[in-house]
């Protein structure tokens, strides 16, 4: 069976710092993955999101950036974080049209930027 | 565009029933219906695809009406356990990526 991993499951960083968000899937392969971001009380931001290595599509512009340096494996990051960073930080993973693009998410992280 | 869900929140007493609506401005290849528990990923709970397709989940089901891109989830003898946070999310059949509402917050209580 399928499993998605995100670590860490909560983080506290200081405005300015840097960041990296690590999100893995075992059990397939060539997943399409994808980053969301859900503020306090809020829906489902896609940030970004990937249908093979090295394809990075972007959805919102941002101080984030996104990298897939494997097949199952998508990192979130950012040089410097911004009070506005803060929320809970969602990975997910899909077998694309063929699988009618049913998602499947990861625990999350929960980013609290000070 | 954001898909619209309504209403924003209900409460419920336990047994009463419930409709959660989604509304596009898109013309839509499917609709898929997640709910999150507070503080806990959003879980899949069913797919719509275009053909007024009705599908059904224990006592949870869902219509879709692709001429109005609209659907509704209907939570029928609601329990406790169906408490949370309802999403639609919207497929246009164009890029592998799903567009999720604004999400409907769903207080089942006693």
């Known amino acids: 069976s399928q499993t998605i991993h995100q670590w860490p499951a909560t983080l506290v960083q200081p405005v300015g710092s840097p960041l990296s968000l690590e999100c893995t899937v075992e059990g397939t392969s060539n997943p399409n993955l994808y980053w969301y971001r859900q503020a306090a009380g809020r829906g489902l931001q896609l940030l970004f999101y990937s249908v093979g290595i090295g394809q990075i599509s972007s959805e919102v512009p941002q101080n984030l950036s996104a990298s897939r340096p494997q097949d199952r494996q998508f990192i979130l990051s950012s040089k410097k974080l911004l009070l506005s960073d803060s929320g809970f930080y969602l990975c997910a993973w899909s077998r694309g049209l063929q699988a009618k693009n049913i998602q499947y998410f990861g625990a999350g992280t929960r980013l609290s930027v000070l | 565009q954001q898909p619209v869900q309504s209403p924003q929140a209900v409460i419920l007493r336990e047994g009463e029933d419930a409709v959660i609506n989604c509304s596009s401005s898109k013309a839509l290849y499917s609709v898929h219906w997640y709910r999150q528990k507070h503080g806990e990923a959003p879980v899949f709970l069913m797919i719509?695809?275009?053909?007024?397709e009705q599908k059904g989940h224990e006592k949870i089901s869902a219509s879709f009406n692709e001429k109005k891109q609209q659907s509704s989830l209907y939570l029928t003898a609601s329990q406790l356990s169906y408490s949370g946070t309802y999403f639609c999310g919207t497929d246009t059949g164009t890029a592998s990526k799903l567009t999720f509402g604004t999400g409907t917050r769903l207080q089942v209580t006693l």
């Open positions: 719509l695809l275009k053909g007024g």
